[in-house]
């Protein structure tokens, strides 16, 4: 089951011609848009499903910096302070709120890994964050009786947004600055000319453009390897669930078994950080090599299955012409049924955390697919390989807190203004110039 979300309208008409195509209207494509039809660019978002249909509706909706691999901090303050800046300017709301971010662990090498986080990288990144003794992190876990806490971490300044809004709100934005949004409208592929982009064919009609951002999530590797890029890309299904409204916890709270993240119904979205199921494929064959440290470092935490996605979706063998229906319309919206042993464990996770509380059930679950890459940092980029393509896809879990600064990078690479973070970390180079993988957090 889909979770619920702020449905948009789509605009009538396909123009024929814009100066920037996005493809994708999840967190990433939509912040793209606001941001260069803020700078009075002709923008045109194609969605083939509708805005924020997969996994920018179906995360926690956790806005953070606290344990980001170092090389996201610059993005994940930037976007922090976009967060603040979209909700007042936009003048919708997103669901974004500074409520801090609470850890807590009865794990004492959990604890100094934080620890040295805040020291090695919270810090010198001007992140405020505190170590919590056994005292404090008891006060922040109070009803949970089920363990000895030793101590957790406080990210005061981190907070969450609203995946039901934020997509949406933002979307909207960049339609009052002039974007047009156009749903249940795949982009089929690129029309390359003398190597540079000079249009973009959808199910509707071509639209000439000389740039164009491929933010597909899960779908962006296929897209690209339609038009012989390669882009090492796996996704991972993971379950989450929700459930009634609930008094007294923390509103955002990571714990060893489970994340609990209240919703404004003040229901909590419950999940597990890191784990799903590796679905084989085409696709992750394929790039099984490049994964392999991230298996390596991840082994207990992903299982390996195999399901219908071998032979349909966006890692599959798919080959299509661009005058005819793409996968991209065959499945409109990535809506996977939720693991029921995932959300079991989940279920029973939260009645040993809080044994207490009476009669916890599950409000509604679902399933989503978390794109990921091999070192678990995305691409927001330009390909060389055409001329005026960049993409932003592979955020690993890590793209709605990112979102914000993440289109705002991607912005800037379309119109050559100088970024407002360092982008090499996320070149797309990286994984064919003989960088060494470095595996980041998720």
């Not at 967190?27 to 660019?41: D, E, H, K, M, N």
């Not at 344990?67 to 936009?90: F, K, Q, T, V, Y």
Request: charged share 20%.
């Amino acid at each position: 089951m889909s979770p619920s979300i702020l449905r948009v309208r789509s605009d009538d008409k396909l123009p024929e011609q814009a100066d920037a195509v996005i493809i994708g209207g999840g967190i990433v494509g939509v912040s793209t848009a606001y941001f260069l039809a803020q700078r009075g660019l002709s923008v045109v978002i194609l969605e083939k499903g509708y805005i924020g249909g997969e996994q920018s509706s179906r995360n926690w909706g956790w806005c953070r910096q606290q344990n980001r691999d170092a090389r996201e901090l610059p993005l994940s303050g930037l976007s922090m302070r976009l967060w603040d800046e979209m909700a007042r300017d936009i003048g919708r709301d997103l669901g974004f709120q500074r409520c801090g971010l609470y850890y807590a662990s009865d794990d004492p090498k959990q604890l100094a890994t934080w620890e040295a986080w805040g020291a090695q990288h919270g810090r010198p990144f001007g992140v405020r964050t505190r170590m919590l003794d056994a005292k404090e992190a008891g006060n922040v876990m109070r009803g949970s009786n089920a363990r000895r806490w030793l101590g957790g971490v406080h990210s005061m300044d981190d907070g969450t947004a609203d995946p039901a809004l934020a997509a949406p709100g933002i979307a909207e934005g960049a339609r009052a600055f002039g974007a047009t949004i156009h749903q249940d409208c795949a982009a089929r592929g690129l029309d390359i000319s003398n190597g540079a982009i000079s249009g973009v064919f959808t199910e509707k009609g071509l639209v000439r453009t000389g740039a164009v951002v491929c933010a597909g999530g899960a779908w962006a590797s296929g897209f690209c390897r339609r038009h012989g890029i390669s882009f090492p890309q796996a996704s991972v299904r993971a379950s989450v669930l929700r459930t009634p409204p609930i008094e007294g916890l923390a509103p955002a709270l990571a714990t060893p078994e489970c994340t609990l993240t209240r919703r404004p119904d003040g229901g909590y979205i419950v999940a597990i950080s890191g784990k799903g199921t590796l679905e084989l494929t085409p696709q992750g064959l394929r790039y099984a090599r490049e994964f392999m440290p991230m298996f390596v470092k991840r082994l207990k935490a992903v299982e390996i299955g195999v399901g219908s996605s071998f032979f349909r979706g966006p890692e599959a063998l798919n080959r299509w012409e661009f005058d005819e229906k793409s996968p991209f319309e065959q499945i409109r919206v990535l809506d996977p049924a939720p693991d029921q042993r995932a959300i079991n464990y989940l279920l029973d996770s939260f009645k040993r955390l809080y044994p207490a509380l009476p009669g916890i059930t599950v409000s509604q679950a679902w399933g989503a697919y978390i794109d990921s890459t091999p070192d678990a940092v995305p691409v927001i980029s330009p390909v060389d390989r055409i001329q005026g393509f960049v993409l932003a896809a592979g955020f690993s879990g890590h793209g709605f807190g990112l979102g914000p600064g993440a289109g705002q990078l991607a912005a800037s690479m379309v119109t050559g203004d100088a970024p407002p973070v360092d982008p090499t970390p996320f070149r797309y180079s990286r994984f064919g110039d003989g960088s060494k993988v470095k595996v980041g957090a998720i």
